[in-house]
């Protein structure tokens, strides 16, 4: 009979050698699957370069933060709020160079090195070229990998609403676009807090204001939620439901991550348009 400290140990050594199977894992396999990008990590050495880096961090965390990105074992690549256009490719050049191409805005050309894959978590050191300056960031991205609900998010079935209508929507096909949208950002903003310390509202195509713990419409709509319907009419028409459900629902703050409390605030819309 096995003593309790001989269990553990034995437990702790296969704990270990999984551990070291992970770490052992080639760089192609690692970054291939579905990822959010959390945030890029800046190594600043000199003043002049934080004086840079200062100057252009706002626009690039605007740009690639809180991404939802795909990196396919056929080597395509599919930035999902892009997910209609065509998709660009990925490869490693060398052993630790990925580089993306033709992927759209920021991911043309985009190359960074492998640095370490862990916990679920990805980390690439890219080199970029700002004003004379290679501004050392890591990036950290977070692999939304099976048996997460988040994976919805990625698969083409959720993200029908992408589509622009060809012709005015009937009510009824309005309101279903609509409660898909909602409950697919209720599942973004669900994935985010529970991965990032913030959120970038450009990110959601909804003519929402964000307070603290609730949300508001905005008076004007966004050029972003119009192109989501046929024309302007149709794009007034839906603000006028996302209204009535905003109206009609009740909120209570629960004291949760006000993320979360976003993500159950549209999730209890999309439930009332459905009805």
């Given at each position: 009979m096995r003593t309790l400290p001989s269990v553990l140990f034995l437990l702790i050594c296969a704990m270990l050698s999984y551990c070291k199977s992970l770490n052992k894992q080639k760089p192609t396999e690692a970054v291939t699957g579905n990822w959010l990008i959390i945030f890029p990590n800046h190594h600043l050495k000199t003043?002049?370069?934080?004086?840079?880096?200062?100057?252009?961090?706002?626009?690039?965390?605007?740009?690639?933060?809180?991404?939802?990105?795909?990196?396919?074992?056929?080597?395509?690549?599919?930035?999902?709020?892009?997910?209609?256009?065509?998709?660009?490719?990925?490869?490693?050049?060398?052993?630790?160079?990925?580089?993306?191409?033709?992927?759209?805005?920021?991911?043309?050309?985009f190359s960074t090195t492998f640095k370490k894959f862990d916990n679920d978590t990805l980390q690439l050191t890219q080199y970029l070229p700002l004003e004379n300056e290679k501004i050392k960031l890591v990036w950290y991205l977070k692999k939304v990998g099976d048996g997460n609900q988040a994976t919805k998010l990625f698969e083409a079935s959720s993200n029908n609403w992408r589509n622009k209508p060809g012709a005015p929507e009937p009510a009824t096909v309005m309101r279903k676009r609509l409660a898909e949208i909602l409950h697919y950002y209720a599942g973004y903003f669900t994935l985010i807090s529970k991965e990032a310390t913030?959120?970038?509202?450009?990110?959601?195509?909804?003519?929402?204001?964000?307070?603290?713990?609730?949300?508001?419409?905005?008076?004007?709509?966004?050029?972003?939620?119009?192109?989501?319907?046929?024309n302007a009419t149709d794009a007034k028409k839906a603000y006028i439901i996302l209204q009535q459900a905003m109206r009609a629902i009740e909120i209570t703050s629960t004291g949760d991550n006000y993320v979360i409390e976003y993500g159950q605030f549209l999730k209890k819309m999309g439930e009332w348009i459905e009805k």
């Open positions: 003043a002049h370069e934080r004086e840079v880096y200062s100057r252009h961090q706002d626009s690039i965390v605007s740009l690639y933060g809180l991404k939802l990105i795909s990196l396919s074992a056929n080597g395509t690549f599919t930035e999902v709020d892009s997910l209609l256009k065509s998709t660009g490719k990925w490869m490693f050049t060398t052993d630790s160079l990925l580089k993306i191409q033709e992927g759209g805005k920021g991911f043309n050309p913030y959120f970038i509202p450009a990110r959601v195509p909804l003519p929402l204001r964000y307070y603290q713990h609730g949300l508001g419409l905005n008076a004007e709509l966004s050029p972003d939620f119009n192109a989501l319907f046929y």
